[in-house]
């Protein structure tokens, strides 16, 4: 069963937005880092999951320095739901994107991260 589940994904042109969402009933993201992550399409496997954006503990936000700008990660504690709000968005932005929390670590690299969603597909197209 699914413990993060993140939803909002689609398929939108080159210079549009998409919102996506993660929610969960089991992990409380006030005690938690949470993070959004990427992995484009046709990579080697193994290849590492990309950073996109995390908020830590204390409600600060890092990005990464391709979307910084265009991208806003924010949480609802009342909702315990995490989100990003992604705008002119770009051919490069197209992956499966997934939410990830941890209780201990606040890295920047997936195996910082113990839990993590099934993904949600982001296509831009010209």
């Known amino acids: 069963q699914d413990q993060l589940v993140e939803s909002g994904g689609g398929s939108v042109l080159a210079g549009g937005s998409l919102t996506l969402s993660c929610a969960t009933s089991?992990?409380?993201?006030?005690?938690?880092?949470m993070a959004w992550f990427r992995q484009a399409p046709g990579q080697a496997p193994g290849t590492e999951r990309e950073a996109v954006a995390k908020l830590d503990r204390d409600g600060i936000a890092t990005y990464a320095t391709s979307v910084k700008g265009r991208f806003t990660i924010s949480k609802d504690i009342a909702k315990n739901a995490l989100f990003l709000r992604m705008n002119s968005l770009q051919l490069d932005d197209t992956a499966i994107y997934y939410c990830?929390?941890?209780?201990?670590?606040?890295?920047?690299?997936?195996?910082?991260?113990?839990?993590w969603g099934q993904g949600t597909q982001v296509t831009v197209s010209s």
């Open positions: 089991v992990y409380t993201f006030t005690s938690s880092c």
């Open positions: 990830a929390t941890d209780e201990r670590d606040c890295g920047w690299v997936g195996s910082d991260f113990g839990h």
